[in-house]
């Protein structure tokens, strides 16, 4: 039998991470459900939706908070990564581990490209971006708001 009590009630959802750029989106948005993951910490559906001039995405993926709050050290890690490290430009990874889907992000002066990868499904899309600091400081108030939500939950 299964004990509602240690799984958090679900959330409205909440946007946490957008690009939007001429005709490209990415878009990922905690759904509000909430999955227990083998008895282990609750695990959050997120939507994904990818659009672009040649093609339209929407996935299901989920993440734990350990991944949520990843989100952070990759916003960092782009804030410092934008520089290029012996010709070659820093990738991250978001969440990392590659096992299920994920965003590949790959900084550069100008475009930025963010690639989805979904191995189970052995598909990749790529879309190419404008992003400053702006944007990564919006990313972080996006964060923060998804981050006290959860708080807020237990």
């Given at each position: 039998m ?11 959802p909440?946007e ?26 609750p695990y ?7 659009s672009?001039?040649?093609?339209t995405?929407?996935r ?13 050290h990759?916003l ?14 820093h990738?991250v990874?978001?969440p990392?581990g590659?096992?299920d889907?994920?965003?590949?992000i790959?900084p ?21 971006f ?25």
């Open positions: 299964h004990d509602d009590r240690t799984v958090p009630a679900p959330a409205p909440h946490l991470i957008r690009l939007a750029a001429y005709q490209h989106d990415v878009t990922v948005t905690l759904t509000g459900d909430v999955h227990p993951h083998s008895g282990e910490m959050y559906a997120a939507k994904v939706d990818i672009g001039d040649l093609v995405i929407s299901l993926m989920y993440m734990s908070r350990e991944d949520i709050e990843e989100w952070s990759v960092d890690r782009m804030d410092s990564a934008f520089a290029v490290h012996e010709g070659e430009p990738s990874d978001w990392a590659g096992q889907m994920y965003l590949r790959l550069a002066d100008d475009p930025c490209a963010i690639e989805l990868h979904d191995p189970h499904a052995y598909a990749s899309v790529q879309l190419s404008d992003l400053g600091q702006q944007w990564i400081e919006t990313s972080r108030a996006r964060l923060h708001a998804v981050l006290a939500v959860l708080e807020r939950l237990g």
